[in-house]
């Protein structure tokens, strides 16, 4: 307790010979700018708006056209998938079929385009009576449009490119038979029109 008076200079007499009075203010004074610094340190802290974590490499979203074109694929992949179910059910034997179908790249189409191309030749002589020749190639190309038959036009396809499949899996009650499994495997082959590595034919559990 006498220290605490002794700080506001309610004591009497300071030991270093300063009034008690100013001693007091001083210690007022200094008590103030010390609850004033901390105030400052709370609501400057308060106001502080917190850091948004930058996501990684890994936690990149996916961009939007990269989203469309795997939607894209992947209605191909099952549309593709349950043709071929229907397709491998009608095969003797087959019984109950299930198919899945994995694409590496989608359905495409090129258009055809008109292409302009030129070349400028320049002839330069130096100092020296030398002559120096610089050929410049130029080319520029534009889509080739054609009516609808709504008025408005669209891009004539020059030829359209076939996905390509990554592998096909076929389950089928009836492949615990070596024969349907065979047939079943020649079916998909020809089907698709793809290698006989990228097939894989497997019983259903019963």
Do not use: H
């Not at 270093?16 to 340190?41: D, H, T």
């Not at 490499?57 to 998938?81: C, K």
């Not at 020296?128 to 891009?155: A, I």
Request: proline share 4%; with cysteine.
């Amino acid at each position: 307790m006498r220290r605490v008076l002794d700080f506001f200079g309610l004591a009497g007499q300071s030991k270093n010979g300063v009034p008690a009075k100013e001693q007091g203010r001083r210690n007022l004074w200094l008590a103030g700018l010390a609850a004033l610094g901390v105030i400052l340190l709370v609501f400057s802290g308060t106001g502080r708006k917190p850091v948004e974590k930058q996501p990684s490499g890994r936690e990149v979203p996916a961009t939007p056209a990269r989203q469309q074109a795997r939607s894209g694929m992947t209605a191909e992949e099952e549309l593709l998938g349950k043709k071929l179910c229907e397709m491998l059910r009608q095969v003797e034997g087959a019984g109950r079929v299930e198919v899945a179908v994995r694409l590496a790249s989608s359905n495409r189409a090129e258009y055809a385009v008109n292409t302009t191309t030129g070349k400028k030749t320049t002839q330069e002589k130096d100092q020296s009576g030398g002559t120096r020749l610089t050929t410049e190639d130029s080319g520029s190309g534009q889509l080739v449009m054609n009516r609808n038959g709504s008025g408005g036009e669209e891009p004539v396809v020059e030829r359209e490119v076939a996905a390509q499949i990554a592998g096909v899996l076929v389950v089928a009650e009836g492949a615990a038979d070596s024969r349907v499994m065979a047939r079943l495997f020649e079916a998909t082959r020809v089907a698709l029109g793809i290698e006989p590595q990228k097939i894989l034919v497997l019983p259903m559990e019963r």
